[in-house]
């Protein structure tokens, strides 16, 4: 039961992010944290076409047995399941959670969504579905990058910006998940 329901958790996740009208605006990578200055020539508070930042934020996931989960994405936006939840309403005993610091570099292009270049993430999962803590690293690629391959097993989404894929994938005790 406890896999199943870790694996649910992260098809609604990928569901979520791929099929609603609003799949840019929650996207996993948004402009927070971005190091040092850039251009913002209409004073948006986001960086201009063209120009490449990185950044580094760290997203939270906290979910129990009996289906309910909390996701900060890390900046700001909240989603949780059901609706208005409240991360103290999560069955304590069956709890478990993942943090996952994201590091990216690539284009906004004035908007508050990745729109090309590349991310990683080091998720560190533990509780009551993981009898070891469970580290998994992921470097994700847009099509523009030259590492990207375009080997349809390891394509994770596309989105009007182009499409992503995975260039690692790896799970601790596991190895490489990628064919």
Known sequence: MKN???LFVAFVATCFWTTTASAQQIWPVKAVGIHGKFLDGNDNGLPDVGVIV???YTS???????????????????YTFPTGLDIDDLDEATLSICDNPIIYSGEFNDDDVLDNGWFIEKERCYGYDFAEPR???????????????GDD???????????????????????????
């Not at 979910?63 to 309910?68: A, E, M, P, Q, V």
């Not at 099509?143 to 391959?149: F, Q």
């Open 54 to 56: 990185s950044g580094r």
């Open 4 to 6: 199943y329901l870790w």
């Open 135 to 149: 580290i998994s690293v992921h470097l994700m690629v847009h099509e523009s990058d030259p590492r990207y391959s």
């Open 60 to 78: 939270f996931m906290a979910f129990d047995d009996l289906g309910n989960f909390y996701w900060d994405f890390g900046d700001g936006t909240i």
């Open 153 to 179: 097993p390891n394509l994770i989404f596309c989105v009007a910006s182009g499409c992503w894929e995975y260039q690692v994938a790896s799970v601790s005790g596991s190895g490489s998940i990628l064919d």
